[in-house]
């Protein structure tokens, strides 16, 4: 009985926060988020992230490129795309030091496109991001060491790895385990072998998969006829054989299939 005016107070301020919001961000993931300007900062000068300021007086839910929940002030954006990295090869290394998203316990889209970065030798941080379900890592240098840590992201919906440096066999089992992805994109990379997929289960979600301008060969994979959710297919600018029956029964919804050349035809989610 002693309990139970605790449970009073803590359903009262839970309702509260529902009803009025949550005035503020996590210290943690405020401290989180000075700690990624800092390191994009030594990549390059001008971060343009000028809205992130020390001093806990400053809501980093009011930051630019950072969204928050509006119950739990959770970060559950980041939007890093294109912080104007140099891109040329020239230029020092710059590493991708993941755990430096570790704060973020429930964040759910994350966009780091387009600032070329490398990815670094310790790349497990991506584990604890459980609730990540896009992930945008386009126009980067990672390569194939990312794969391992990527397939604990079980809740992705969203996955845009192209134009980066993954080569050799395409790491099909780390992929398969990505049972919610939707929209898959690994085109523009050294990929190379024959495409092998396995049982046609592991993508019953996928509802997008761009693998064009890699180093595929081979007859295209007979198995994709049997991804029944699948609604758009890329395999252009590969050495590949084949073609898909254009009557496929199992594939009801496929509406775009594109064999030599690309259109642009990747949807966001």
């Keep these: 009985?002693?309990?139970?005016?605790?449970?009073?107070?803590l359903l009262a301020f839970t309702i509260l926060l529902q009803i009025n919001g949550f005035h503020g961000c996590i210290e943690e993931e405020r401290r989180?988020?000075?700690?990624?300007?800092?390191?994009f900062r030594m990549m390059n000068g001008d971060t343009m992230l000028l809205s992130w300021i020390h001093g806990k007086e400053s809501n980093c839910c009011n930051w630019e490129r950072v969204t928050c929940d509006p119950t739990t002030g959770r970060v559950v954006e980041l939007d890093l795309n294109n912080l104007h990295i140099s891109n040329t090869l020239d230029t020092p290394d710059y590493f991708l030091n993941v755990s430096l998203f570790s704060p973020f316990k429930e964040i759910r889209i994350l966009d780091l496109s387009e600032n070329y970065l490398r990815s670094s030798a310790n790349t497990t941080g991506f584990i604890k991001l459980v609730h990540l379900k896009r992930l945008n890592l386009a126009f980067n240098w990672f390569n194939n060491g990312n794969f391992k840590s990527l397939s604990a992201l079980k809740q992705l919906k969203f996955l845009n790895l192209s134009?980066?440096?993954f080569g050799r066999l395409l790491p099909v089992q780390d992929l398969s385990a990505l049972w919610n992805l939707e929209i898959l994109d690994l085109s523009y990379n050294k990929f190379k072998g024959n495409l092998s997929l396995q049982d046609p289960i592991s993508f019953k979600n996928l509802k997008v998969l761009d693998l064009s301008d890699n180093n595929f060969m081979g007859s295209v994979p007979q198995i994709i006829g049997l991804m029944s959710s699948l609604s758009a297919l890329s395999l252009a600018y590969n050495n590949l054989t084949g073609f898909l029956p254009s009557k496929e029964p199992k594939v009801p919804n496929l509406s775009f299939y594109c064999s030599r050349r690309m259109n642009g035809w990747i949807p966001s989610i």
């Design 32 to 39: 989180g988020l000075l700690e990624i300007k800092t390191n």
């Design 1 to 9: 009985m002693g309990s139970l005016p605790m449970n009073c107070l």
């Design 163 to 165: 134009q980066n440096n």
